[in-house]
């Protein structure tokens, strides 16, 4: 068998700060085990003979940036993923945000945009989307024009609706999209109450103010200084009382923010901003 | 000779199971003396619930520490660490350890395969790589990772696994250092 290429970690320190001044996508605060990872996958996938031919192309060709950026960063994503968080919005969250005249959402980090949509459906069923704006943001502008279409492969439905039955949702899951052959495309009315935008959590500022931030599995692939960062970013960005919430396995605990927060409740990550 | 250098720079024990695996964990862990210079980490295939109780269960057999990983966590000797259902579990260079939500390798999320090869990339030669019971060939790989860098490589027997496949692919495709049923690993551990 033939034997898969390996990054070397000044190889990849090289490569990181070669991207970083030719493009000005600063990946030099990213985990590296992930991102070694996603690298020697990216060497397997494009089949590069070398690792100095891979940095030579993507240094010099510079339409596969895209490429490089969007394989890099990881984008997987499921609707409703993890059920009894959507039931916990559902629930305790909405029922507050509710009594807002206007809701704003940040989804930062958002991929392909799956979660944006299951919180669409959330909005839509508690009969609130009428008066909110959901922002999607990504580094990536390709899975964002994923996002746009609202196009979601048909195949991932069932699972999709297994994990909506298990949300709390009372309604029959297929009513929001229509099925054409191998792909599902949803209701206009959740895209129309979207707002797609880029935006680089390393790099880019707080753009607005909203009342809840999504933000689930993204700071994983982050570094401690980095996540702390970010989740300044993400208090500058929320309203007082406003919500923050992030993945499973993501903490808001040690971070010198995490004093301004309070845990909503104790078993979903979700934090609710007190000062 | 070589080898006994290698056991005494051991610093962490990775355990890889899927199917019939949980038999062999609750057999090895009571075996383990307190007090080793060793972390043990167990990366199991299972079901992504949000409240596993996995690690309540082990807690009940040893009277080591035993938690489920925190994103970023130090890891530290003494310690029976658990990798979160549906994520890989990756080592950083600083001994700390990194979750990844990325695709599944072998149908898995976590991946035996993704945690070996990351152990055998940080830790080298001071890692043991041990494989179980399971019904699919995920570890396979990883522990022939875990060999080429120097780690030891100890499969559970076939002939004592609930669920033989796992275990029967690594000894076809590999040569391990060792072959033991799950009691003979708890005390090949307290050896080191």
Redesign the interface.
């Known amino acids: 068998m033939e034997r898969a290429l390996h990054i070397r970690?000044d190889e990849t320190e090289q490569l990181l700060n070669d991207v970083q001044v030719k493009y000005g996508y600063d990946f030099t605060s990213y985990?590296?085990?992930?991102l070694?990872?996603?690298i020697n996958r990216l060497l397997l996938l494009d089949k590069f003979p070398s690792v100095a031919e891979f940095r030579h192309h993507v240094l010099s060709e510079e339409q596969y940036i895209n490429r490089f950026v969007e394989e890099l960063t990881?984008n997987?994503t499921e609707m409703f993923r993890?059920p009894?968080f959507y039931k916990t919005l559902r629930n305790e969250v909405l029922p507050i945000l509710a009594t807002h005249p206007f809701i704003r959402i940040w989804h930062a980090g958002c991929s392909t945009g799956e979660e944006v949509y299951s919180m669409a459906i959330l909005l839509h069923e508690a009969n609130l989307l009428h008066k909110s704006l959901l922002y999607a943001t990504d580094i990536n502008p390709g899975v964002l024009e994923t996002l746009g279409k609202g196009i979601f492969p048909m195949s991932q439905m069932k699972q999709y609706s297994e994990n909506y039955i298990e949300s709390g949702g009372k309604e029959d899951f297929s009513s929001y999209y229509t099925a054409k052959y191998d792909w599902a495309k949803f209701d206009e009315v959740f895209g129309s109450k979207m707002i797609i935008s880029t935006h680089n959590l390393v790099s880019d500022r707080s753009f607005n103010e909203f009342q809840l931030i999504c933000c689930r599995?993204v700071?994983?692939?982050f570094d401690?200084p980095l996540?702390d960062k970010v989740l300044d970013l993400f208090n500058e960005s929320l309203e007082p009382l406003g919500f923050l919430a992030l993945?499973?396995?993501?903490?808001l605990k040690f971070a010198p923010v995490g004093r301004r927060f309070k845990q909503f409740t104790g078993?979903e990550k979700i934090w609710r901003k007190i000062k | 000779m070589e080898k006994d250098k290698v056991r005494s720079s051991c610093c962490l024990a990775v355990i890889g199971g899927s199917a019939g695996s949980l038999d062999a964990i609750l057999k090895i862990l009571p075996c383990l003396n307190t007090g080793a210079a060793y972390a043990v980490v167990i990366v199991q295939h299972r079901k992504p619930l949000?409240?596993s109780p996995l690690a309540d269960i082990l807690s009940d057999k040893t009277g080591w520490s035993v938690k489920e990983v925190?994103?970023?966590e130090t890891v530290t000797p003494g310690t029976v660490y658990i990798a979160?259902a549906?994520?890989h579990l990756?080592?950083?260079?600083d001994h700390s350890f990194?979750?990844?939500?990325?695709?599944k390798v072998n149908y898995s999320r976590p991946s035996i395969d993704?945690t070996f090869e990351?152990a055998a990339?940080?830790y080298g030669s001071s890692v043991i790589g041990i494989l179980l019971s399971g019904a699919n060939a995920d570890g396979v790989e990883g522990l022939q990772k875990i060999r080429d860098a120097g780690g030891i490589c100890i499969v559970q027997d076939p002939a004592t696994a609930e669920v033989s496949y796992m275990p029967a692919e690594a000894l076809r495709r590999l040569q391990p250092d060792l072959v033991l049923p799950a009691e003979g690993i708890g005390m090949y551990l307290n050896a080191i």
């Open positions: 970690d985990s590296r085990a992930s070694k990872r996603r990881v997987v993890d009894s599995n700071l994983i692939y401690k996540q993945g499973s396995k993501e903490n078993k | 949000q409240d925190e994103e970023k979160p549906d994520y990756l080592f950083e260079t990194s979750l990844d939500a990325s695709e993704v990351s990339d940080v």
